[in-house]
Each structure stands twice: as C-alpha cells, then as structure tokens.
C-alpha cells in the first residue's frame, strides 16, 4: 500500500467538484484556475486539468468561448451550463455528507479506537 | 553554442533551441500517445499546447532571446508529465507501452523489439529519394536488394516510388504541434491489405477512389477477353496500371506498415497534404541527386578496388556476422512470404466469386434471351410461373446481390445491414423453391414416351439407281439471329422449327429404295406422348432422284416442345447409291445400320456409327457387306463417267496428296492455337468443318483416313434439355 497512491485518490476524488465549485464563481482562463487551487493549497497540474475540461465539456456541464487576448490567438473560457449547476449541486450535497461522516468519525479518538479495534 | 531555430507552435513563432526543441517534440509526443485512446484527444493537446505556447510567449516578452532547455523543463514542470497525472503506475505504463517506441522513432536502423516499425525514407543512405533505403532499413534487408528490384520492375514501381516518395516522410522532416501526415494501412476499414484506405486517408479522397483505381487493370482483362469490343479503352490507363497495379499492390502491402496504435492512426489522418508540400519534398531531393550520382560512380570504381583486397578478410569476418543478419534478412523474408500466402489465398477466392458471378450472369444472359423459346416448352400457368421465379430469383437475384456487396466493399461501407442480406438470402430461397419445382414439373411433361411405329413413306420412283438426299428449305423467310439455341433453330412469331431429325441408312430386302418415318415424342402420360408425336408433320418428298426431307419439325406454341423427334429410316438396295447433301437435323451425321436389320433404336451407342465414318457430300453405294465409298467400287463397276473421273484423279494423285499434307499441317496448326486460346469445342468444330469441305473438294472420292476427329455424338435424348453452353451460338 502507497501513502502517495492513497493520497491522490483521495484528492482525486475531491478535484472536480473543486473545479466546478471555481468555475461557478464565474467564467474563468484554465490557468487562473490552477492559481486559485494553489492558493487554497491544493496542487493540480495543467497536464491534469485540461482533460478533465474537455471531459466536462464534452458532458455538457460546461461551455467555454474564445476571448481575444492582447497577445497571440485567442484564449478559452469556461463557464458552466444549468446542467453542470444541478451536476455541481448533487456533488455539494455529497460532499457535505461525506464531510460530516469523515468528521464525527475521525473527531472523537475513542470512535478512531473502536474502529481500529474492529479492525483487528 | 547552441543552434536555434524557429517553429510555428500553435500560431506563434518562437525561436527555440535545437536540444530544447528535441525536448519539447518528446514531451508533445509522450502527450499525445498518452491521450491516445482519450475522446477529443485533439481538443485536449491542442489546449496544452496553446498553454505552453502562451508560457513561452510571455518569458520571451519579459527580454528572453529564445526558449532553453531551462524554459521547456520549467513548462513540463508546470505542466505535468504523464507519469505524473496518474498516480497509479501501470495504468500511465500500460497506455504509454502500447505506443512504444517514441524514442527511437527517427532511428529506423535501429529496430524496436515488439513496438511498432514505421517506415521513414531513409535520409542518410538516400539515392533519390531514399525510399529504397527506408524500405530496406523497415523490412531488414539490404537496401542494394530493394533497388534492384525497383529497377527491375521499372515502369511498373515507378508509380509505386512516386507515391512513397511524396507519402512517407523522410528521416529529417519532424514538425512540432499538428504532426505531419504519414502513409499507413487502415486496418480499419480494409478488405485486403488496407491499402486503398490507407491511400484514402492520406490523400483525403473518398475510399472508393484508389479501389477503382487497383481494379481498372482487372475490368480492363475481362473488357479484353475474346474481343469483347470496347476496344482500346483501357489500353491507355494500362500503361501505368495494368497489371502493374498488383504489383504496387503487393509492394506496398509489404512496405507499409499498418496503423496498429491510436497514435499511428492520428497521424494517418494528420493535416492536409497539399501540392506544395509535393513538390517542395520532391524539389528538394531532386537538386541533391545529381551530386549524389556522380559521387555515386566515384565511389563506385573505389569500392570495387578496395572490395577486391578486402574480400579475404571480409569472408573471415562473414561467419560470424551472416548468422545475425541471417535472422534479421528472415524475420523480413517471413513476413515477405506471410503477404504473398495471403494475396494468393485472396487470389484463388477471388476467383472463385468472379466465376461464380460470371457464371450465373451467363446463365442469366441466356436464360433471359430465351424469353421467346418459353411459351414453346412451357405450359401456361403454374410452368410459367415457376420459369419466371426461378429466372429472376434464382439467377438474376444472387447476381444482384454479389455485384452490390461487391461495390458497397468498395464505397467502404463494411457493415452491410443485416435486413439487406436476409432480404437477398430469402428471395434466393424463393428462387431455389421454384427452381426445384420447375425441374420436377417439366419432368413430369416429359416423363412418358410414345410407342413408336414405323410409317411407309410412299415414294414416287423407288426404283432408281440413285438417290440424293436434300433438304426442303422451310417455307418462309427468317433471320439468322444474333442467338441461336438448338435444337430450337428457328423463331417466328406462332412456330419454333425443332432440328430434331435423324437419317438411318439399313440395307434394302427389297430391289427398291424404301424410306420408313418414326415420329417420337414425350408427353406427361402415354396417351399424351402418343398424341403429341401424332401431331407432328414431317414431309418427306420424292422428286426425280431426290429425296426431300424437312429440316426441322415445325412446332407451335399450342403443341408445346415435347422432344418431339422425326427419324427417318432409307433402306438402300444392294448396288444402289445414296448420297446425302444437305445438313439434315441437328448433328451432320447419319446413322449406318448395317446388315441386322434391328429396329434398335439407341443408336447412339451403336458401334457401326463408330467404325464407319460418314461424310456428308459423298456417294456411297450399298454392297452386301454394308456401305462403301464409289471410288472403291469404282475398279468392279464399270460405269463411263465414274472412269474419266477416276483417271483424272489418277492424274491428279500426287498433287493432292501434297495437298492433304499442306492441308494437314494447317489443321494441326489450327488445332496447336485452339488449345492455346482454350476455347470451347465450338471454335475446334469450326475449323474441322472447314478443313473436311475444302479437302472434300479438292480430294473429291480419294479414299484416306485422316487423324480428323468426327464431331463426338451427343446424345438428343438426354441433351435437349440440358444443352452445354459450346452450342449457344452468338
């Protein structure tokens, strides 16, 4: 078992509803929303977010259109469609549930010994 | 030191480092394999790279001269590689092993175990164009092998050079961003090889272009058998195609190689090709050739010097390294035959369809032209509609539905929908089921026979010494059609003449001539056969000394083609002659039936048709022993004219005896050429014919044997309804 493994899937899971969660905010450059993620800590890579774009995209939750920008060809916009706020709304909702199970699990230490208990 | 040079990268132009661009150029590539098997792949580098071309836009706008490598790995860094957007290894692995072999890609020398070979024309060995190089370099064997070759076949690969040439890229052309085109199979969409589709791909034409283009050679064959007279039509695309276009077919089935990977098939569609990129490749291979040839015959006379000393060592040396070059010449010798096993598999199958379908066409065209002959053989009704069934869906319907899958395979479209086919498979059965019907019906009709009985034919004269045999020509006009089925000679509107009338020779018991009819005829039941035969009006005429008999049996469509038969016994006296002019019937032969006195009437299989060979055209006389040729007799009978004849040709023996071996020679000529035309016995009928009436005439009673064959007796009774096709006459 690798801890770095664990661990990206871990933040893998979280990373779309992260990125919608931006996107939703307001039409944004992809790489204004790698700033963001870095600014809340959050490391993506541009190789990762791109595909994930163009996943999105291509299910309909988001749109993008070509904004000119004042040096070279012109740049894509993202902004999300009403199917990709009812999409981002079920992932809201997911995750705070998931939040509040991971949090009344791991708070109290005696409910951590307990399960690693039954663990054993 | 570091050379820069400038690329076009998604729309900017931006100076690079040589070595930086050798970076760059295998991180786009490791991206695009990465996404290979990603839907909108395209979208995704496309967007990766505008990001990277931005980047390196804005360090050159803060004062960089050019991109480093610091910059490229800055950018990678930022950007990611594939290893690093998965954290599950064998995932990233396994996607970028199926694509392996990026790094090598431009050293085609060096081959890659297991990955996929791609042919690049081979810039540093190049003579021309390097073609020949990068296909030895592919497949492994010396490059010198693979000019032979070409020049060899000279004309015919020239087309097949042009194409790789302008096709395959060469060693040095790498182009960042949207990656140049390449020619591949497209296993895809393939029928043989995938070539026609790989050409497809590459030169953005529809797929069924460069089909029609392999298969113009073939339509040109079948135009060009026997004379068919669309002339020289396909003579001019010949000279490039024909049947060169098998050739380049197999050359480049060897030669190139297959889209295997998803990476492979991106760069099979790759950007557009257009003239100039043609021309400035050949261009630019051209103004080098000169140099290089002359160079080359330098070289040459060098190397023949030092090949001369060195061919000591070099034997020493070869023991130990022909035995890797052996694997390496036969794993491109398995892969060579592997291809042509396959293209002979394809041949002998393809073959086989196009005779099938040439077949079934045939049998369609005849069946069809016979329209008119049905209402003659046919009852009307529940006959009828089972001819019409068994046409169209048994012959005409499989004919359809093999010329349609045969153009849907080439317009490409592969999945032929499943209704179409059932349809045609059902239409089929339909056509089985009245076919079979058809043949248990018709053989009903003409099922029983009638008894026959002999009728007294009254002669005017019986008595005379000598009879001719002729033929009463029918009472009307007609045409000689552009068709001809026998025993059906003759249409007019309400009456098909049936040449089915035999001529019986038997010994007389009286001192007259005697001619006795046997008319014969099939019906459904007895008492129909009977009736039918009845039916039949045969006149048989005697003028003066000669014997008029019908040609034919006139049958009309009320009466119905029973195999109604006409057989016509004379009975010679003894001492008297007969002589038969005119074609009578269906075959130009007589039935001799000597000294017995049977009435057996299958006298197909009588031996004394065998032993005695009859010609039309010459007077025999009837002995005690059976008949004989005059000129035999002529020595016993003392007959004035016969002897002025006789001695003529006495006079006249060893002139026609130089004429019969001339005349010989020229038949066995004849006959030398039809086996090589490999016609069918029509044409070898033919030419008998003609040799037996000319030797006839000039020969006039000289009794020979000869080596020529008599036309071999089919059997009437069987054949009528199952004519082999040597007797259509078009």
Request: with cysteine; glycine share 8%; aromatic share 10%.
């Amino acid at each position: 078992m690798n801890i770095d493994n664990t661990q990206s899937q871990m933040r893998k899971g979280v990373l779309e509803f992260c990125i919608l969660s931006i996107i939703r905010q307001g039409e944004v450059y992809p790489s204004d929303i790698v700033e963001k993620m870095k600014a809340a800590n959050l490391n993506i890579l541009e190789g990762t977010l791109y595909p994930l774009l163009t996943r999105l995209k291509n299910a309909e939750f988001l749109t993008y259109r070509w904004v000119e920008s004042n040096s070279g060809p012109p740049r894509k916009y993202f902004s999300m469609t009403g199917k990709g706020l009812a999409f981002y709304e079920e992932l809201e909702a997911t995750w705070n549930e998931l939040a509040n199970a991971v949090n009344t699990l791991t708070a109290p230490i005696q409910a951590a010994d307990t399960l690693t208990n039954v663990n054993q | 030191m570091k050379k820069v040079i400038n690329i076009n990268f998604q729309g900017r132009i931006l100076p690079i480092e040589e070595s930086a661009y050798d970076m760059l150029k295998q991180y786009v590539d490791s991206l695009r394999r990465f996404f290979a098997n990603e839907e909108g792949r395209d979208e995704i580098i496309n967007d990766i790279e505008g990001r990277i071309a931005e980047l390196f836009d804005e360090s050159l706008k803060k004062g960089k001269t050019c991109i480093t490598d610091d910059e490229v790995n800055t950018v990678i860094a930022s950007m990611g590689r594939p290893e690093d957007f998965d954290a599950d290894e064998n995932i990233v692995k396994a996607q970028l092993e199926g694509e392996a072999g990026g790094g090598s890609r431009d050293r085609i020398y060096e081959r890659n175990t297991g990955g996929a070979k791609t042919l690049y024309r081979d810039e540093n060995n190049k003579f021309l164009g390097g073609v020949c190089s990068g296909i030895g370099a592919y497949t492994g064997i010396d490059p010198v092998i693979i000019r032979v070759l070409f020049v060899l076949f000279f004309g015919v690969t020239f087309l097949a050079y042009l194409i790789l040439w302008v096709a395959v890229p060469s060693t040095s052309s790498v182009v960042i961003g949207s990656q140049r085109k390449r020619l591949f199979r497209d296993a895809d969409s393939k029928i043989l090889g995938g070539v026609c589709s790989g050409l497809a791909q590459y030169f953005s034409v529809q797929i069924w272009v460069p089909r029609l283009l392999f298969l113009i050679p073939f339509f040109s064959l079948v135009f060009r058998w026997g004379n068919w007279g669309v002339g020289d039509f396909p003579h001019l695309l010949s000279f490039s195609f024909s049947p060169g276009s098998i050739v380049i077919y197999i050359i480049f089935w060897l030669v190139i190689p297959e889209a295997k990977s998803t990476a492979d098939k991106l760069e099979m569609k790759g950007e557009k090709v257009d003239l100039n990129n043609i021309k400035s490749t050949i261009q630019g291979d051209l103004e080098g050739f000169k140099d290089r040839a002359q160079t080359f015959g330098n070289e040459l006379k060098e190397r023949a010097q030092v090949v001369g000393q060195n061919i000591s060592d070099a034997g020493k040396r070869v023991g130990g390294e022909s035995a890797g070059a052996a694997k390496r010449t036969g794993n491109g010798l398995v892969n060579v035959l592997g291809v042509l096993l396959k293209i002979f598999v394809y041949f002998i199958v393809g073959s086989i369809i196009f005779a099938i379908v040439v077949a079934l066409f045939t049998g369609g065209v005849i069946l069809t032209g016979l329209l008119p002959a049905y209402s003659f053989v046919l009852e009307d009704g529940l006959q009828k509609i089972l001819a019409w069934g068994t046409l169209i869906f048994f012959i005409w319907v499989p004919v359809i539905a093999i010329v349609t899958w045969i153009i849907r395979r080439i317009a490409g479209k592969k999945s032929s929908s499943s209704i179409i086919s059932l349809t045609f498979f059902a239409f089929w059965i339909v056509g089985i089921i009245c076919f079979v019907n058809l043949l248990v019906a018709l053989g009903s009709s003409f099922r029983y026979r009638n008894t026959p009985t002999e009728q007294v034919a009254n002669l005017s004269n019986p008595g005379i010494n000598k009879l001719e045999v002729k033929s009463n020509n029918f009472n009307r006009y007609y045409y000689n059609d552009w068709f001809n089925f026998e025993p059906f000679s003759t249409f007019d509107d309400d009456s098909v003449y049936v040449k089915n009338v035999r001529i019986r020779i038997t010994k007389s018991t009286t001192d007259s001539f005697q001619v006795n009819m046997v008319r014969m005829s099939n019906g459904n039941s007895r008492a129909d056969a009977n009736q039918r035969a009845s039916l039949i009006k045969y006149a048989v005429l005697q003028r003066d000394s000669t014997l008029y008999l019908d040609k034919g049996i006139a049958i009309t469509s009320q009466d119905k083609f029973r195999n109604q038969q006409v057989i016509v016994t004379i009975a010679v006296p003894v001492g008297k002659r007969i002589k038969v002019g005119d074609k009578i019937g269906l075959f130009d032969n007589v039935h001799i039936d000597m000294g017995r006195g049977n009435n057996y009437w299958d006298w197909e299989n009588s031996l004394d048709n065998e032993a005695f060979e009859w010609r039309r055209n010459v007077e025999y006389v009837m002995t005690t022993t059976g008949l004989e040729r005059v000129l035999k007799q002529l020595n016993v009978d003392e007959d004035n004219s016969d002897r002025d004849i006789l001695e003529e040709l006495k006079r006249n023996k060893e002139d026609l005896k130089q004429e019969i071996e001339r005349q010989q020679r020229e038949l066995d000529e004849k006959k030398r050429e039809l086996e090589k035309t490999g016609d069918t016995t029509y044409k070898f009928r033919q030419t008998t014919y003609r040799y037996k009436e000319t030797a006839e005439k000039t020969v006039a009673a000289v009794k020979t044997k000869r080596a020529t064959k008599s036309v071999p007796q089919n059997s009437l009774f069987i054949n009528t309804m199952s004519m082999p096709l040597s007797r259509f006459v078009f």
